[in-house]
């Protein structure tokens, strides 16, 4: 965990977030639970973070297995390069329902993003959308928010 890995825990540590990381090495000054690998990290956490360089160690750091691992519920959050991700087995987990979304602030192509993802753009703006609509209308929401 670096300068942005610190400065995102530090914005989700308000939330109630359990912070946990994963770096090329343990730092005994950083508070939170380390992982000494990213399969590990995926497999006791709900969301994972990206936001490490991109090099040769890095280069699709997150593949099939890590979110095999991360699970159904499991949401990744990219803000780093776009090659830290395999995104064609990312696709293929969001499409099976391996793992449960993906927040990504950046493509492995940016001019090649992969079309299956614009589909759940799609199916997300219709549904906000639909809800709009039924709320305004004083209807019931298709898809209404739980605020536990």
């Known amino acids: 965990m670096k300068s942005i890995g610190s400065l995102i825990a530090k914005r989700?540590?308000?939330?109630?977030?359990?912070?946990?990381?994963?770096?090329?090495?343990?730092?005994?000054?950083?508070?939170?639970?380390?992982?000494p690998d990213l399969l590990s990290l995926a497999a006791n956490n709900d969301v994972n973070v990206l936001s490490c360089a991109l090099n040769d160690q890095t280069h699709h750091i997150v593949d099939r297995e890590v979110m095999e691992a991360l699970g159904k519920k499991g949401i990744i959050i990219n803000v780093g390069r776009g090659g830290l991700i395999d995104e064609m087995e990312m696709v293929k987990c969001l499409v099976d329902g391996v793992i449960g979304g993906a927040g990504l602030d950046v493509f492995e192509k940016e001019l090649g993003v992969?079309?299956?993802?614009?589909?759940?753009?799609d199916n997300i703006a219709q549904l906000a959308l639909a809800n709009l609509k039924a709320f305004f209308s004083d209807q019931p929401l298709i898809f209404p928010v739980q605020l536990d």
């Not at 989700?12 to 380390?34: A, D, E, M, V, W």
């Not at 992969?114 to 753009?121: D, H, K, M, V, W």
Request: charged share 20%; net charge positive; glycine share 6%.
């Open 12 to 35: 989700l540590k308000p939330f109630g977030c359990i912070i946990s990381c994963n770096s090329t090495s343990q730092k005994h000054r950083i508070p939170y639970r380390y992982y």
């Open 114 to 121: 992969p079309e299956e993802l614009f589909g759940s753009l």
